[in-house]
């Protein structure tokens, strides 16, 4: 139970950064800008990446396991666009589990969250690393790598969202670009060349007799954290024009836009690839650009030199989304900084010139040069969790303020929206929990245990909180 404390005055709550700077975050974001922001943290690419272990482990029906992750992950996209709608907030889940469930647990979610915000930058700069030992050198020390691409991204980020959003619109245009003559060179493997089925129109990548149905939701699962980049943009949501309605529709067209593009891409790979074994199916990239590349183009040079393009724009792809990240997250800090839960002074401050949240960014591009001491599969248990404790969340919040609180619960289309759909999402979200590795649960619940304990130092043991924290959990318009 929350102590009564003095109401600040209106002006108090209206403006945002009363404890920490006075300066403020700009709205300057439109839908487009948005929707490459949340595409370059999905990177497209990254289905050359996943498509080896999957085809493999559905038994060449990627793009059903693709459509199956498509549908499950729209429920909680949904989920967040109505939950922007209610508090367009850079919070995020923190500020709506905050306000919709509990103030003690909004924190402990934002905590948990910001697990996956946080490492997600370095965990990019790990994919980069790997990549470009495979094209410069692996004898170079791995700080030759990871600390130009911090610097880098950190900068981007510390000179504002709009270049952030320049800078990743560029990038995903390029990977479009490549992605479509990669496209170009299948089709002419499969109507000229008579490689794979030899045909562009076939039921046999969606759905064959022998197909495993659990075989193919594990597929699924795996494929699942290709999406991962939606929930972001919400944390843009004060420094978007019109964000009630700009960024729901932002996060519902990159969830779909980039679903459509994983399922067209993987629909004519597998018929490409239909008899082929992936030598290394666990990073399957560079083998799928060489091996379309030696059969379609009639030179091993030009071959080699499609696939040395396509593994420098994968560093570029995994650069934007490292970069979008540490956008997100610092917006996350900063509200919790605003919020008095985390020292307002240092995480509440907005630069004046540049009006971003530059000190948080440094502290994410500090955290980035870790990079140099994690592995690549330690630091994605770390995203993992942070992501489904949001996920879950956010379609819980919808139920509860939507369907409990504000009673939406008479229509049909009340129950649809607002208690069907969001369930459906803690199904799926629960099922991927139960399919989670046994460190990626211990090392996050041991991340809770500090946050909660980090919460119970700074209210005394839950009997006094931040003036801001305890009005912004009460006043929905706050």
């Known amino acids: 139970m929350l ?28 839908l487009w800008q948005l929707i490459m922001i949340g ?64 103030p003690n647990l909004g924190f402990v979610i934002g905590w948990c969250t910001m697990l996956d915000y946080l490492f997600n930058p370095m ?5 980069a690393t790997i990549y470009l030992k495979t094209l410069i050198s692996s004898d170079i020390s791995i700080w030759f790598y990871v600390v130009p691409l911090a610097i880098v991204m950190t900068y981007i980020n510390y000179r504002g969202v709009e270049l952030v959003a320049n800078v990743n619109t560029l990038i995903v245009f390029c990977q479009l670009l490549l992605m479509g003559i990669f496209l170009a060179l299948v089709l002419k493997g499969l109507m000229i060349d008579g490689i794979g089925q030899s045909t562009i129109a076939s039921t046999k990548p969606f759905f064959t007799p022998d197909m495993q149905i659990g075989a193919v939701a594990a597929g699924s699962a795996i494929l699942c954290f290709s999406f991962l980049g939606f929930d972001g943009l919400s944390s843009l949501s004060e420094e978007t024009k019109d964000a009630a309605k700009t960024v729901p529709r932002a996060i519902f067209l990159t ?49 080699t030199f499609f696939q040395s393009v396509g593994l420098w724009l994968a560093i570029l792809a995994v650069c934007a989304s490292g970069i979008a990240a540490h956008t997100g997250v610092s917006r996350m800090m900063y509200v919790m900084g605003r919020d008095g839960v985390l020292p307002p002074k240092v995480f509440g401050y907005i630069s004046p010139k540049y009006k971003t949240p530059s000190i948080n960014i440094i502290i994410v591009g500090i955290v980035c040069l870790t990079a140099g001491f994690f592995d690549l599969s330690f630091a994605l248990h770390l995203v993992n969790f942070g992501a489904l404790t949001a996920f879950f969340f956010v379609n819980l919040c919808v139920i509860v303020q939507y369907y409990m609180r504000d009673k939406q619960c008479y229509t049909v289309s009340h129950n649809i929206h607002y208690l069907l759909f969001p369930g459906l999402g803690m199904l799926f979200i629960m099922y991927l929990w ?12 041991v991340w809770g245990a500090i946050g909660i304990a980090y919460l119970a130092f700074i209210t005394k043991g839950f009997t006094q909180y931040p003036k801001e924290f305890l009005n912004r959990s009460r006043n929905p318009d706050a």
Not at 434 to 445: D, F, H, P, R, T
């Open 255 to 303: 969830t779909f836009i980039g679903g459509v593009i994983f399922i067209v891409m993987t629909y004519f790979m597998q018929l490409y690839f239909t008899n082929y074994v992936f030598i290394n199916p666990e990073e399957s990239q560079p083998e799928v650009l060489l091996y379309v590349g030696e059969r379609s183009l009639t030179s091993f040079v030009a071959a």
């Open 123 to 127: 965990i990019n700069i790990l994919l």
């Open 434 to 445: 139960y399919n989670i590795e046994y460190q990626a649960l211990m090392i996050g619940l």
């Open 39 to 102: 595409l370059a943290y999905m990177q497209p690419m990254t289905v050359f990446d996943t498509f080896g272990i999957v085809s493999m482990q559905t038994g060449g029906h990627v793009p059903t396991a693709y459509i199956i992750t498509l549908v499950a992950m729209m429920f909680t996209a949904l989920s967040y666009g109505k939950m922007v709608r209610y508090y367009p907030s850079a919070g995020s889940a923190y500020t709506y589990a905050q306000k919709s469930l509990n």
């Open 3 to 30: 102590l009564k404390s003095k109401a600040l005055s209106p002006n108090a709550v209206s403006t945002p950064t009363t404890l920490s700077s006075p300066a403020r975050l700009q709205k300057t974001l439109v």
